[in-house]
């Protein structure tokens, strides 16, 4: 039987390290609950392949939160340009007749 | 740009400030474009999306009571304006990713347990991101398969909320937090095999293999 997400039960050092595997961007993210992020802590402490595994993924994310595109849009055209300037246009007239009312 | 600045300008927009439109434009051309063109995979389908979702924002503006919801509000046309252009993807195949296939390998040693793992305090730990580190990531992202990729999109990158997520997207909290996590761990992967001394090639390789196929 799957146990409840986000609660460990005391077992075996390596179901423990699975269920720290299965949790952790959850608790990089601070979305677990503060009992569950306790026993994770509580796990990784003492377990240096949880601490060092936790760091490559936390670098990852990080990584992932730094990424500047390589690959970026052309100018903006002039044609292109006049269309979105008259949607903005007909937008703000909307919202003026809208207040008007 | 921060979100709270972001929302200021959502509301000078709306109020027709002066430079707004300007600003507007230049600030979410290159992310929709971005977006889009990791999730179409062609150049022109995500120039013609970010003109479509800008032009669907300025027409629809008076859904947009709550100014600090621009980015959520903007990325959900996009994905929709995606969905509507898609053609067979230049990227990956769509696969489901599984947990056990990013568990790392165990192994004894002198009565201590370890685990196969790369040395990443290697890795810059700052802004200092290397254009071959960039180029990694980018591979990485292009060869999740478009439920994985999408949500790493607007978690990591667009650094939007669970919730925000899965209102764009149309699925349940759940399921972004398991598919974020499946990403990030095949991205993981992806960095940790590379410091390992596999290197580029063997990222190319990998994508030779999986990346250019059809998805649909």
Known sequence: MRKKKGRMEPHQHDERCEE??????????LELPPEACQEIEAHIADCSPCIEFKESLRKTVDLCRQYQPTELPGPLGQEAKAQLLEAYGRMLAARTSNQSE | MERDTESELARQLIAGKAGAFDRFVDHFRPKIFHYSWLMCGHREDAEEVAQETLLKVFESSEQLREPEKIRSWVFRIAKNACLMKRRKSMFAPPTELSLDEFMPAKYQDG???????????????GKAMQSEMRELLERAIRELPEVYRSVILLRDMEELSTQETAHILEVSDDVVKTRLHRARLAIRQRIDEYLRGNGVKEVEEKEGTHGTAPAR
């Open chain 2, 111 to 125: 009565g201590q347990l370890r685990i196969e793992i790369a040395d990443w305090s290697a890795l810059p730990d």
């Open chain 1, 20 to 29: 720290v595997f299965a949790l952790l961007s959850d608790y990089l993210n």
